[in-house]
Every structure is written in structure tokens, then in C-alpha cells.
């Protein structure tokens, strides 16, 4: 288990995380929230690329700072970007890390041929990476991560750039990597988790505000999301008195999909909330900031 009690990250005077909480089991966790929120900063530190201001974080009852390269040995870790050499082939670039951790060639070589397999990556293995598709370097990423086996696999924005295919492939090769270990994917974007994390955890004003299944996220918009049409000339109307989620274009008309906490209206049609429309209502009052 993994575990962070009490943490807080100061730079400064400046409170980039204040007090937070989480205890993480195997299977897939959802790190969700707009930029800036703290996102980053957590993940450092479960890295131990940073150090918590106060508190501490432990895995199975022990600091990770003081197990130093114990903890290391147990961790797979893909950054946002990731270095890695054009003119070197998946099958190279993987056996250079492997001479880096410290493993065993013959042993290294082995691994290197299972994870290009789990990765998709086999006919291409001896292929220069400065061809690659950015949904391929992230398969080598994510390779990469899973050189030692690790108890631990960490995922800061890894789907930023891929196309719809490459995301959808990318999600599947998660949910199977989660088996037998913990993985906490740091995102922005609500459908790369929607569809495969076992928990999603919020943050906001620097805290955590949720960690839950999304099945128990969703029913804090229970019975307050619906779908109508609207006039163009009604539209800004409608928004200034409601909070919008979606709109689309249909027929010279808008359908749009918004919450209301009131009485509904004889020409709405009640839907279902989406991790999505959570998503969009609990960081309603960040977006209208930024914009």
C-alpha cells in the first residue's frame, strides 16, 4: 500500500498542496484536475523528485525517502515528455536503460522482448524512433517504465498529443498493466479514465475534494443534469441562468446539456451525469476565471 498522510508541498509562502490524504491499493487511480491545480507537484513526490514540506509519504508502512533506491527499484515512472534518442531503435534504447538500472543483459534481453510484445511494439523493435508516431513513443515510454516490474506505475499526462486509436490503445494496455499493481495516471482529460480507473481523485484549492468511484462521483449530480433545446437568440439567457456542459448545433437550434438544482421545465429531458459533467461542475468557477 501506498500511502500519503498529512503531506503538504510549500514553495515559499506559496501552498501548492495543503494536508492531503490518499491511500492507493492495486488497480487504476484517476489524478483529475485542471492545470495548475497540483497535479505535478504530487506526482513529484510520489517520485521522489520532491519532498514534502510536512508529512510524509509511505509504501507498506515505510518513508520512501529513507528507502531511498528501495523504493526506486519499485517504481516505474513516465513524464510528460520522456528522453529518449531518434536514432535509436525501441529494442536499443531499452537495453541502454537497462545497462543504467543495472540489470542483467541476458535477463534484460528477455524482458525487453516481453514488453515490446505487451506494448505492440515487436515489428518495429528494430526500428529508428525518429519515425515513430507519438502513440508509439509513448508505448516505448511506458516500456521504459516497465523495465524493473514495478509495484508502482506513474503516468503524468501520457495521452497528451495521441490520436483517438492511440488513446483508446494506450487506455487497454493500463487496465491490463493494473492487475497486480498500483496505477495513478495524472490527467486533464476526463475520458482517459472514465472508462478504466477504479478511482478517481480530485483536487481542488490545493486539497483533495473526492476519491471515489465514479459511480459514487456521479451521484453528486443526481437529478440535476439535463438536455433541452434553445434558440440561438435564447441562448446566452439560458447560460447566465444555468451552468452549461455541452452544446451542439442541430437543425438551426442548440442542444444543450446543463445542470439546474430547480424544478425542472416541461421541455427538458433529465440524462444521466457523466464523470465529465462532475468534472465540468466542480471546476466551473476555475473556468470562468481563466476565461
Sequence with gaps: MLSLNNVSKNYGSFCALKNINIEFVSGIYGLLAP????????????????????????YNGQNIIKMDEEY?????????????????????????LSALKGIDRRAAKEKIEELLRLVALEPVANKKMKKFSGGMIQRVGIAQAMLNDPKILILDEPTAGLDPKERVRFRNLLTELSRDRIVILSTHIVSDVESIA???????????????????????LEGMVYETEVDFQELEIF??????????????KIIIRFICKEQEESPWKRVKPSLEDVFLYVYNDEALERD
Design 35 to 58: 492545470n495548475g491545480a497540483g497535479k505535478t507537484t504530487l506526482i513529484k513526490m510520489l517520485t521522489t523528485l520532491l519532498f514534502p514540506s510536512e508529512g510524509e509519504v509511505l
Design 239 to 252: 447560460r447566465k441562468r444555468h451552468i452549461s456542459l455541452s452544446e451542439k448545433q442541430e437543425e438551426g
Design 198 to 220: 477504479n478511482e478517481i481523485i480530485m483536487i481542488k484549492e490545493h486539497q483533495v475534494l473526492y476519491k471515489d468511484s465514479i459511480k459514487n462521483l456521479c451521484k453528486i
Design 72 to 96: 526506486r527499484d519499485i517504481l516505474g515512472y513516465l513524464p510528460q515528455e520522456f528522453g529518449y534518442y531518434k536514432n535509436y531503435s525501441p529494442k536499443e534504447y531499452l537495453l541502454y
